[in-house]
């Protein structure tokens, strides 16, 4: 059973541009959360999204949005990149009191 | 929302035992998870306990949890060198919900 994968592993943006980043989950989970950890950091919640709908949302802006889709696949989808979004981006998935992580996605801002 | 505090670093000889240490401030969080994460690597879930017990024991993981302290530890026995990486302690109000995370504890063990 293949685990919360994530695509890209490595991805470099300029300043201003655009990014998605995708998330499969756990086969069972309908449930995936989106964490920003920064270097040295914990990871932050960013949303979480259940039933193709947006359940919690953490402290970040409108230029971060996501979707689910029917098989429970996620997108994280950043606007308007700024140098401090720089950081590895991870999707989780849950079933019932446990969430696992994938190996997440690094995103450079230059 | 929730403050998750550890300790940053914490270093220990092979085949002894590590304890890492977390407060918290939220006395409403369910449950209480240990992560470990390796470099460059996601984060790999340990172990959890949900808030009404005091302790939870899984092989060489040992979790103790002082509700009334909000203090939460992870004794790992007889620590071994591919122990040594990142754990965090978070906190989750509900099922299936947010976790706040702490900054991380780095386990470095030495041979």
């Known amino acids: 059973d293949a685990g919360v994968t994530q695509s890209p592993t490595h991805l470099i943006k300029t300043r201003g541009q655009q990014v998605t980043l995708r998330c499969s989950p756990k086969s069972g989970h309908d449930t995936v959360s989106w964490y920003q950890q920064a270097l040295g950091q914990g990871p932050q919640f960013i949303f979480q999204y259940y039933e193709e709908e947006e359940r919690q949302r953490g402290n970040f802006p409108d230029r971060f949005s996501g979707h689910q889709y029917p098989n429970y696949s996620s997108e994280l989808n950043v606007n308007a990149l700024l140098l401090g979004d720089s950081a590895l981006y991870l999707c989780a998935s849950s079933l019932i009191n446990e969430q696992f992580f994938g190996p997440g996605t690094r995103l450079t801002v230059l | 929302g929730e403050d998750v505090e550890q300790s940053l670093f914490l270093s220990v000889r092979e085949g002894d035992s590590s304890v890492i240490n977390c407060t918290y401030t939220?006395?409403?969080?369910?449950?209480l998870y240990w992560y470990k994460q390796e470099p460059g690597a996601g984060l790999q879930l340990l172990t959890y306990?949900?808030?009404?017990?005091d302790m939870k024991q899984d092989q060489r993981l040992t979790v103790l949890l002082n509700k009334k302290d909000k203090h939460l530890s992870l004794r790992i026995a007889d620590t071994q060198t591919g122990d040594s990486a990142i754990y965090f302690c978070?906190?989750?109000?509900?099922?299936?919900?947010?976790?706040?995370f702490g900054r991380g504890t780095q386990l470095t063990v030495w041979p």
């Open positions: 939220d006395s409403s969080s369910t449950y």
């Open positions: 306990i949900f808030s009404n017990m």
């Open positions: 978070a906190g989750g109000g509900s099922t299936l919900g947010r976790l706040y």
